[in-house]
């Protein structure tokens, strides 16, 4: 399945964002969704994830109340809103599909390219 984000951009403090991830292909019910976010020279950073069959969700604890993960079933998109984005936010924003409820990157199968998302004043 090919993945394709959008919805990056530069932002100012305090300001939203909305990502959007479209899958090539179904999503099933067994799978996970997942957001992840990167800045050079570290290692990806878990965000949320979201059962698709479920819509069960779970964040990192510094995106808790910020950030929400949401899904348009026949649409095969997910979805990022983060509000009251910060500096230190600013990142490559990844989606990827899994078949396991994990925060690890590497429990992923397949990834978008991502999108830059800058948060400056």
């Known amino acids: 399945v090919q993945l394709v984000e959008s919805g990056g951009g530069l932002v100012q403090p305090g300001g939203s964002l909305r990502l959007s991830c479209a899958a090539s292909?179904?999503?099933?019910?067994?799978?996970?969704m997942a957001w992840f976010r990167q800045i050079p020279g570290k290692e990806r950073e878990f965000v949320a994830r979201?059962?698709?069959?479920?819509?069960?969700?779970k964040y990192a604890d510094s995106m808790k109340g910020r950030f929400t993960i949401s899904k348009d079933g026949p649409k095969n998109t997910v979805y990022l809103q983060m509000n009251n984005l910060k500096p230190e936010d600013t990142a490559v924003y990844s989606c990827?599909?899994?078949?396991?409820?994990?925060?690890?990157?590497?429990?992923?199968?397949?990834w978008g390219q991502g999108t830059q998302v800058t948060v400056a004043s």
């Open positions: 990827a599909i899994g078949r396991y409820a994990s925060n690890s990157f590497r429990e992923y199968d397949s």
């Open positions: 292909e179904r999503i099933y019910s067994s799978n996970f």
């Open positions: 979201l059962g698709w069959g479920f819509g069960n969700t």
